[in-house]
């Protein structure tokens, strides 16, 4: 067996760090979807307070989404590759999350239409089913977090997704240096933390649910992304001390959320810091993770869950409704650990069955489609560095 680079291992450590998010949202969903009140909030046994801090799976997905996306576009600000170009971006973008995406929407009104009756099931009105279609679902309290409830933070992505280009062309135009490109995501960060002060006092679902409430999350994936451009692999010296401090930053937010529950503070410091510490903690375990050698990332290279990371969209977008399927059918185990296994088994397959046939087709195609257009630029490029070399002849 060979052994593998060390860009395999930080690849594989990043699906890795995928999986164990998708892994940390499943485990939440089955413990909350197998209670008889279905509420996050109802928390009783210690065990309730533990599991219930699997939901911080979603921090470490908008925190890895930050630091995937913006890396081209970073490299490109600090001069270092081509500017992405904005079709070739968005098509390719549209060709990882729009096809498994609608085929999950339609699954889940197959699923769970005739379960309303089911707990846990929340089913939006008819006449507002297409704000589903264009991601608009969490600007409208009867349509967010009903039907697919993780769906919610699809919503959010897509919006990361269209303002990044934007976010582009700011750092385009300001001075190459590390400083002054981490002018983009502390902006983003402060805007973030802003717009939560705001909302602090309004217990608007809405607008907690939307990208500006979660912006912080991106920008810290961001800033690594800026950290690591170009620079070296870094080794165990700087890999386990970084690592060190990520765990705990990650264990003390879900610490500090769980006592702010038990204790039912009505602090506002809980509605507008949210989830800051965990997420600058999960920066830190994406930079080890992409940045080092290899060294403190044995866990996320492990082939079963970089496997699971492969799918894990998948497994994001089916889970709930086939737990909800199953509870309505009278097959689902109300007791977290048997539940897990349950929706591990349903949706396993289910997700394995999307990337094969589903996403991996559409991301190969696009890939295709945006070769295609690149062919004709360059080869007009080259006819006028031929042209440009005659006339110097």
Known sequence: MSVPTSTTDRSGAIDGARGLAALSVLLFHAWLYTRADVSASSRVTTLDYVVHEGRLGLVLFFVLSGFLLWRPFVAAARGRRPRPGT??????RGARVLPAYYLALAGSLALLWGARETPGVRLPPAELLPHFLVFAQ???PATVMKLDPPMWTL????????????VALLALRLPRARAAQLLVPAALLAFGVMWNVDIAGTGSIVSSKLLPAMLPYFALGMAVALALDGRRPFGPRVAYPLLALGLALVAGDAWW????AAVRSHSYAFRIWRDLPGAAGFALVVAVAAGSSGAGTALLRLRPLVWF??????VYLWHVPLLLFARHLGLLP??????TLVALALSVPVAAASWRWVEQ???ERARWFTRRWREPLGRAAARGERGVARSRA
């Open 87 to 92: 079709r070739e971006y968005l098509v390719r």
């Open 138 to 140: 969490n600007f409208n």
């Open 155 to 166: 919503a959010v992505e897509v919006s990361f997704y269209l303002l990044l280009p934007l």
């Open 257 to 260: 959320q769980a006592h702010g």
């Open 309 to 314: 990371g492969t799918i894990s969209y998948g």
């Open 334 to 339: 109300l007791h977290t650990l048997p539940a």
């Open 361 to 363: 087709p559409a991301i």
